[in-house]
Structures are given as C-alpha cells and as structure tokens.
C-alpha cells in the first residue's frame, strides 16, 4: 500500500530552467565565456550545480576557473532562483489533493538544501512533510541516500512510497534505492530517456498520478 509520495523538485514540480539559465549566463558572461541555450542548460540540470557548470563550460577549463565560474553562478542563483520560477500547472492542486487523501509527502532534490527549503516554504505552502538537498556529507542522486532519509523521516518502507522525477537521474536513483518510480515528461528530459531508465510508470499529466495511485494500491502493493 502506498503511503507516501517523495517529488524530485526541478522539472517535476517546478520549473526553474529560466532562472537557472539566466544565472548560467550571468556567470559566464562574467568570465567572457560564450553564453548557452536554453537545451544546453536543460541538458546539463539534474546532477547538481558544480556538475552544471562542468558540463556547461568548455572542455579544457582549469578546476580554479571552474569553481570561480561555479561560485558566480551561484551567489547569483541564490538572489535570483525565484525570479522566474513557478509550479508546473495542475501542481499544487495535485498536492493540495494528495495531502487531503493522507499522503504523506516529501521532496529530494540535488538543488542545495536551503534553497530546497525557500522554495518550498515560498511556492508550495508547506506542502512537504520533508525538504531534502545537497548538503555536505550526504551524497546526491543518483545515490539512495537523500530518499533513505526521506523514508526514515516520514516512517515508512521502500515498498510504501513513491519516488516522482523527470529525468535519467531520478530513474537511476529509484532503482538504486529499490523504490517505484514514476518518470514526467513535461520536465527537462524526453519519454525516451525515461524508458531507456527504466521508469516503472510514465504520466504525460499531473492528475494521472491518483491513477497510479489507484492501480498500485488495488493490486495490492504492501
């Protein structure tokens, strides 16, 4: 039966790419580096923002210009991750649905901890039971470790939750982690990566997750 809903953040729930692209931006025209497409961006999100600039920055780069061009872009993402970011449609209306149907809810991100936090706090109300980031100590997705304490928090085993993402990073987390996945294709990854990942279900909607819902429980998952 499942009990609880662990969300991945950016490109599932939110959709942050302007904001993250804009920062990117600021950042390398700050170290007259040759600015990126909205795609190139999208294709670098989802591991973590020092993985970001690495992928986003040409090739032969130095580690010190590297962390020069990640701290811009971050110091500047922190003042401006708010900007243009809003929920995907239909979103909060899932959530405030889930939440009167009992699901506990959480959400795991690789963005940084407290940034996680803001934004939950700023857009979603509250929603989650638990707010997870990258934070020093803890590995990120595609590791289990951030859905392990998501479990913990919310007391609830691998086969009693849910674990929602949109990318080839999430896939791989769920599976790392033994835990049902659930791959959107409104994020920043295509159907076809969900598939090559091995998502277990694959939703085009927000509300076509009750219907998961609905299906996992009736065929008597406990």
């Known amino acids: 039966m499942i009990k609880g809903i662990i969300f991945d953040m950016d490109g599932t729930i939110l959709n942050t790419i302007e904001d993250i692209k804009d920062s990117v931006n600021y950042a390398m025209k700050s170290c007259n580096l040759p600015l990126k497409t909205l795609q ?11 993985n970001l600039i690495e992928d986003v920055i040409p090739k032969n780069t130095s580690q010190e210009d590297i962390l020069k061009v990640y701290k811009i872009y971050q110091d500047y993402y922190d003042k401006n991750s708010n900007n243009k970011t809003g929920p995907y449609p239909d979103i909060l209306s899932l959530l405030k649905r889930l939440k009167e149907m009992n699901y506990k809810l959480a959400v795991v991100s690789n963005k940084h901890r407290y940034l996680v936090e803001a934004l939950n706090h700023d857009i ?4 989650f039971d638990f707010s997870m980031g990258e934070v020093k100590g803890i590995p990120i997705k595609p ?6 304490m998501a479990l913990d928090y919310l007391k609830l085993e691998k086969s ?11 896939m791989i987390t769920a599976n790392n982690a033994d835990i049902t996945s659930v791959g959107v294709t409104w994020g920043f ?4 990566v969900l598939i090559k990942h091995k998502a277990s279900y694959i939703i085009d909607e927000p509300y076509q997750l009750i219907d998961i ?6 065929n008597g998952n406990d």
Not at 40 to 50: L, P, Q, S
Not at 160 to 170: N, P, R, T
Not at 213 to 218: C, P
């Open 160 to 170: 009693e939750v849910l674990f929602i993402g949109d990318s080839d990073v999430d």
């Open 189 to 192: 990854r295509s159907k076809e």
């Open 213 to 218: 819902l609905k299906e996992v429980n009736n």
């Open 40 to 50: 190139e961006v999208k294709d670098g999100v989802g591991r973590g923002a020092i």
């Open 124 to 127: 979603f109300k509250d929603y």
């Open 143 to 148: 590791e289990p470790d951030m859905l392990y």
